[in-house]
């Protein structure tokens, strides 16, 4: 997959393509389903299939103090629309200038400019300064300037809408599952292994450890895990139990991802993992001792292991 960061400046082999447009954090089923609209008007074009982002969310970019609320890095997210078979990214640097652009200027400087051949959005689509563009305005400015517009409805699960908005909710609230069949695939929090305190070693529990800076925090506590090591020696995917939280027992308060990967022996420092998030097995707990913390643990791993076993 190419990853295009400027509109202004386009190679011409990255022009021409059938593109999805949105922000697509999860790249959940209503996000693959504007993907597939546009993967059939690649084909009927005989087009490249691409998908067109921000970056930084534009909502970060508004609100810059505003608690994090991302489900997945531009990196991991980039990952997954590999995974989906998309072959161009344009990831655009979402800033100043293109914030304060116009509808007819996007339609006209991005879309036509990046020569475009179709582009699919979803019906609560807006863009363009004040989010003053609506996703029948663009339907009307590419009948004007040469490009096709499909215009996708929303998804429904069995739940309601399926959005990052639910999928954050059933995160908060403990739920991995119901998020899972929202996404179409497990929540997964990716990145590299950082160095910790190595209290698991002694406790006969090693952790990988993990930063979730940045990222919306689903309920904290214990989860039974997926864990796909990405790279290196130990390449592969695992079964494990993490926990996700502040580490109560220790008195510390930053919280990252700590997971214990099953019958594992190795090194991970610095490699990166991608951790999907089961089940929730119960809350973070403060214990009377190390003894109470080893005997919780063994509990843990084995109602994981019974979880994982039944996948």
Excluded at 111 to 116: A, D, H, Q, T, V
Excluded at 118 to 143: I, P, Y
Excluded at 158 to 163: C, D, E, F, T
Excluded at 284 to 305: H, N, P, V, W, Y
């Amino acid at each position: 997959m190419r990853i295009i960061r400027d509109h202004q400046y386009i190679a011409p082999e990255n022009k021409g393509a059938s593109v999805a447009i949105g922000n697509f954090d999860g790249v959940h089923l209503g996000h693959q389903a504007v993907i597939d609209l546009a993967r059939a008007g690649a084909q009927r074009l005989n087009a490249p299939l691409g998908v067109m982002t921000f970056e930084p969310h534009p909502r970060q970019f508004f609100a810059p103090d505003s608690a994090p609320f991302r489900l997945m890095s531009a990196e991991a997210r980039a990952a997954r629309l590999d995974k989906l078979g998309v072959e161009v990214l344009y990831e655009l640097p979402f800033n100043g200038p293109l914030a304060g652009l116009s509808a007819e200027a996007f339609a006209h400087d991005v879309i036509k400019g990046l020569g475009l051949c179709h582009v699919v959005v979803g019906n609560d689509f807006q863009f363009g300064k004040g989010r003053s563009g609506t996703a029948a305005d663009l339907a009307r400015m590419g009948a004007e300037m040469g490009f096709d517009v499909t215009i996708a409805d929303m998804i429904q699960g069995s739940q309601g809408r399926v959005s990052s908005t639910a999928i954050r909710q059933a995160l908060a609230d403990g739920d991995p599952r119901h998020a899972a069949e929202m996404l179409g695939h497990w929540h997964r929090i990716d990145g590299p292994v950082i160095s910790g305190e190595q209290r698991g070693r002694d406790l006969g529990y090693p952790t990988a450890n993990m930063s979730v800076d940045g990222l919306h925090l689903p309920k904290l506590g214990v989860y039974a895990v997926l864990v796909e090591v990405k790279e290196g020696p130990h390449k592969g995917n695992y079964h494990g139990v993490a926990s996700l939280g502040v580490r109560p027992m220790f008195g510390e308060n930053t919280p990252n991802l700590e997971t214990f990967i099953f019958d594992f022996q190795g090194d991970l420092y610095g490699t990166h993992l991608s951790v999907g998030l089961v089940d929730y097995l119960r809350p973070e707990l403060k214990f009377d001792g190390l003894e109470a913390l080893i005997t919780q643990m063994d509990a843990d791993s084995a109602k994981a292991r019974e979880i994982l076993a039944a996948l």
